[in-house]
């Protein structure tokens, strides 16, 4: 079946470090990858999206492209802030149909930036 | 900004009773989804619902659990005999129109303990 790997946490940084969480994926087909953000206390936000190869998705200063041959999607930002501390998820939607396809996620990395 | 909601933050059930967890999906979305995690474990989707029907479900969405929108705003999952390794954050998620359904926007989750 589908499957998402990342690297494993905590990741610490100081703050301006370069930033890359590495992700890869198995799946059938040409599944869209996501990246979600977790606050402390609080749901996954949609950080990025990609849904093709070579596609890049960004914001807020994050950056990943869906690279096919390497099957990654790896999560970089040229400069963390403190801010940025939580956890990253990288996920994966097979969209194998029309219908509402739920999410395979990666295990999370945990971010901490110090000052 | 519009958001997905759920009630309650937290529950505390013994084993063996019924829960109901709620949520309230973003006004125009059509696409409605559920997710737990385990304590330490990566998020894993349980079920996805759209046009008043179970789209797509894992193989933990056994019969003991079952989803509801009974009034066209709030979106359920009910567990019916509840066991100790039920005891997980739970996600509601929603997503809008058909070319949008990959972008999934996460409610804060509901808190479920059982003793």
């Known amino acids: 079946g589908d499957s998402v790997t990342q690297m494993e946490g905590p990741v610490t940084l100081s703050e301006e470090a370069f930033l890359t969480i590495n992700c890869t994926y198995t799946?059938?087909?040409?599944?869209?990858l996501f990246w979600y953000v977790q606050y402390p206390g609080e749901g996954l936000q949609l950080l990025l999206k990609?849904?093709?190869?070579?596609d890049k998705g960004s914001n807020k200063g994050f950056e990943a492209t869906y690279r096919k041959e390497t099957t990654s999607f790896h999560l970089e930002k040229g400069s963390v802030q403190v801010s940025d501390s939580a956890v990253y998820f990288c996920?994966?939607?097979?969209?194998?149909?029309?219908?509402?396809?739920?999410?395979?996620f990666g295990k999370g990395t945990h971010l901490i930036i110090q000052p | 900004e519009p958001e997905v909601t759920q009630t309650p933050s937290h529950q505390v059930t013994q084993m063996g009773q019924e829960v109901i967890l709620r949520c309230v999906p973003i006004?125009?979305?059509?696409?409605f989804y559920w997710y737990r995690q385990i304590l330490g474990q990566k998020v894993e989707f349980l079920v996805s619902?759209?046009?008043?029907?179970?789209?797509?479900k894992s193989e933990i969405f056994d019969d003991q659990f079952s989803v509801e929108r009974p009034d066209g705003s709030n979106f359920t999952l009910k567990i019916r005999s509840t066991k100790l390794e039920d005891s997980a954050m739970y996600f509601c998620?929603?997503?809008?129109?058909?070319?949008?359904?990959?972008?999934?926007?996460f409610g804060p989750g509901t808190r479920l303990t059982v003793t």
């Open positions: 998620a929603s997503s809008g129109t058909a070319s949008k359904r990959y972008e999934q926007y």
């Open positions: 799946a059938t087909g040409y599944p869209s």
């Open positions: 990609a849904t093709k190869a070579d």
């Open positions: 996920a994966l939607s097979a969209g194998s149909g029309g219908g509402a396809d739920g999410l395979t």
């Open positions: 006004s125009n979305h059509l696409y």
């Open positions: 619902f759209y046009n008043n029907e179970i789209s797509e």
